[in-house]
């Protein structure tokens, strides 16, 4: 065996290091307890008593003299009111104990339905990754006044030797917790044993939370996880845990490191029926259990450290939470608030808490799903039967089976990590916002042509990390992007269009460099770039990081000559005056002033033509039963108008006709744009610039007559006159 090879250096190892990180307290220190009495118990056994409790211990059960003491508290209350005694706190028990111990407690009142023995015991919870009290029923039984439960042996494993138990990896104390309770009841399924308070709309949701769990049982035989190294059934203990908190899996110390579930009585209040909080709360709880079948550490280590792979289970345990749920949208609830976690790196740094690494897996959560949607259904299960493979019984110091174990069941992180933060980048995983995203990149400011390099990233293994690149100039021909990175092919470079309001944009994506050409025709919309960089170098432990530089090499565009402009090829106008008109209708004749506002007619936007020679323009249109000529008259620079006539008319059904025309003259030119020129003048001194203007409508079947007799200019607001004439350019 791996663990055997190394076990004198391992014991070694920790025997110098364990305890130093073993920062728990004494009972003695917990204000909330005072010692009641203390014995020394040694072959011959013994019992330690209060008044109301007392703990028999059978000769024979120590191998040696054991300080015991023990201690109540009134204001320590698991389980609240169903408590019937104080909290009793006994220290001082060896890891190993050959008899059952027997504990009475005297109870206060009267027991109503199932009464237990609560015994709790500092345990790494799932839910947290630091030591808390966790608590199991202890069967108890009645006996004039006073509860009864019998503590079974604990013993290790054949061949497990009490320097491989201090060898291993300890936190807390053995210190364990005890409590009368009452008002309980069970609900048996199967495979779980359901105990909870009887009161209040508990049952119904008890009764749901084991239906859930079967559920869940169901769902990971389906998954081929192997479950028959579990003794079922499993305990559930339903109790008040606090805010924030669903559930979670334990083992305890005082029942031969036997795991259970504990949930909060407070998932009971839900009112979304039937319960899918609880739902996601019993697959995502059961799963821990799963993985403690795979956990290649020793139960004991288990329940007394946290796990290398706390973060894995994590991610693992939140990704399953799809399985049970209806929701084809699903986005598991944990993972909201660490969407950033993959870019930290797969494995945690050893100085993260316990809270950072549970929130880390949580994030990574994303990633496991990615590994099923890129893999396979089984990859979830591949991971954690390397992971047996990989570890040791007791623990390996070197910190690294978990990503190697994702490495074997997967393939080297060149082949995924970059196609991975490139798909979650790119809004394709759990549907993240591209604003979350923002949040951490750096901005790049690009002032022209030549090399520019962001701020130094100090990029750990298997981490990425976005840039912002604002252009400062209008004129890129192309980027060339590349780290300072000593193995170029271990840095992968993706870039994306990062365009305000939506989401990015892929561009491209490789190794080592990058060059992306004609990025002002990218850009020209006002966006700017997203530079991804991944730092897919795996070298144990996984956890090493070194300066890395993202260079950009920018290379402007050249300046283009100014084309000559040698004339034009179309024209466009607009032209508005107040008209004074007579209206002709039979025998009746009007004279009113209405404006007068005219472009060109039919289905014609422009008036196409030709110079006919280096200042003339001339051109033509027939359309839908109109026809028009136009010619104009330039200075030698193009740049004013010197004359221009218009003739429009029109041919309908029955007759009608339609005649529009007018003359102008040194109109100046108000806009040069890249391929029209403008033309314009307006307000009351367009008349200045008229020469005539004409506009009869005839409609022979009314005997009707329309008649410009003439005309006048005016500020008028939005009705201001005006002449406008554009002109498409004829460039060499």
């Not at 910190?399 to 074997?408: A, R």
Request: glycine share 8%.
């Amino acid at each position: 065996m791996r663990w055997a090879i190394d076990l004198c250096i391992l014991i070694l190892l920790v025997l110098v290091i364990g305890c130093s990180e073993d920062s728990t307290t004494g009972p003695e220190d917990d204000g909330n307890y005072t010692l009641e009495d203390t014995q020394t118990i040694g072959l011959g056994g013994g019992i330690i008593e209060a008044e109301d409790f007392s703990l028999t211990i059978p000769a024979g059960a120590f191998d040696g003299d054991q300080h015991l003491e023990l201690y109540a508290s009134t204001e320590d209350q698991p389980f609240g009111e169903d408590g019937v005694s104080r909290t009793f706190m006994i220290d001082g028990l060896p890891d190993e104990y050959h008899e059952p111990l027997d504990m009475s407690i005297i109870y206060e009142g009267l027991l109503s339905d199932l009464s237990f023995i609560a015994i709790g015991d500092e345990s790494y919870a799932t839910d947290s990754g630091e030591m808390t009290i966790g608590y199991l029923m202890c069967t108890a039984t009645d006996s004039i006044g006073a509860l009864h439960c019998v503590l079974p042996e604990r013993e290790y494993e054949e061949g497990i030797s009490t320097g491989l138990i201090m060898a291993s990896p300890q936190s807390g104390t053995n210190a364990f917790r005890a409590r009368a309770i009452s008002r309980q009841d069970t609900i048996k399924t199967d495979h779980f044993r359901v105990v909870y308070p009887k009161y209040g709309s508990e049952y119904s949701w008890a009764k749901k939370l084991g239906t859930f769990l079967e559920e869940a049982y169901s769902e990971y035989l389906d998954l081929n996880f192997d479950l028959d190294g579990y003794e079922w059934p499993c305990f559930v203990i339903v109790r008040d845990l606090g805010e924030d908190r669903d559930g979670s899996f334990r083992l305890s110390r005082q029942f031969g490191w036997r795991g259970y579930l504990e949930f909060n009585r407070t998932l009971a209040n839900d009112e979304s029926l039937p319960f899918p909080q609880t739902r996601l709360a019993a697959g995502h709880e059961l799963f821990h259990l799963v993985q403690s079948l795979y956990d290649p550490r020793w139960p004991w280590t288990q329940a007394k450290s946290k796990a290398v792979h706390f973060w894995l289970d994590e991610a693992t345990a939140t990704q399953i939470e799809e399985k049970f749920t209806d929701d084809q949208s699903f986005i598991p609830g944990p993972f909201r608030g660490n969407e950033m976690a993959p870019f930290d790196g797969l494995q945690p740094r050893d100085s993260w808490s316990g809270i950072q690494k549970l929130k880390h897996g949580y994030g990574m959560s994303v990633l496991i799903d990615y590994f099923l949607e890129t893999y396979a259904e089984d990859m979830r299960r591949m991971i954690y039967v390397k992971l047996k493979e990989n570890g040791t019984p007791l623990f390996d110091p070197n910190t690294t089976y978990p990503v190697e174990s994702i490495i074997e069941a997967t393939s080297q992180p060149d082949e995924w990590l970059l196609d991975f933060f490139v798909e979650y980048v790119s809004g394709n995983l759990y549907d993240v916002e591209k604003y979350v995203f923002m949040s951490d990149m750096t901005d790049v400011h690009i002032a022209g042509e030549g090399i520019t390099s962001a701020a130094t990233w100090t990029s750990s293994d298997l981490s990425a990390h976005l840039y912002s690149i604002i252009p400062e100039t209008e004129s890129i021909e192309s980027i060339t992007f590349s780290t300072n990175w000593p193995v170029p092919d271990e840095i992968g470079i993706a870039l994306f269009k990062d365009r305000t309001g939506l989401s990015f944009e892929l561009l491209s994506y490789g190794y080592g460099q990058q060059v992306l050409n004609g990025v002002s025709a990218i850009l020209d919309d006002g966006s700017n770039l997203a530079v991804l960089v991944v730092n897919t170098r795996a070298v144990s432990p996984y956890t090493g990081s070194s300066d890395l530089i993202l260079n950009l090499d920018v290379v402007a565009e050249e300046d283009p000559e100014d084309p000559e402009v040698i004339g034009f090829r179309s024209f466009d106008f607009k032209i508005r005056v107040v008209g004074h008109w007579r209206h002709v209708l039979g025998d009746i004749t009007n004279e009113y002033e209405s404006d007068l506002e005219e472009e060109p007619w039919g289905a014609v936007n422009v008036i196409s033509g030709e110079m006919t020679d280096e200042t003339t323009f001339e051109g033509s249109f027939e359309s839908e039963g109109a026809t028009g000529e136009v010619m104009a008259i330039f200075n030698a620079d193009l740049d004013t108008v010197r004359t221009l006539n218009l003739e429009m008319n029109w041919s309908g059904s029955g007759g009608r006709e339609l005649f529009h025309s007018f003359a102008a003259k040194e109109i100046p030119r108000s806009d040069d744009l890249p391929d029209w020129s403008w033309f314009r003048v307006d307000s009351a001194k367009v008349c200045n610039y008229l020469d005539d203007v004409q506009y009869t409508s005839i409609i022979p079947a009314n005997d009707e007559t329309k008649t410009l007799t003439g005309y006048h200019c005016t500020d008028g607001g939005s009705y201001s006159s005006l002449i406008f004439f554009q002109f498409h350019k004829e460039q060499n």
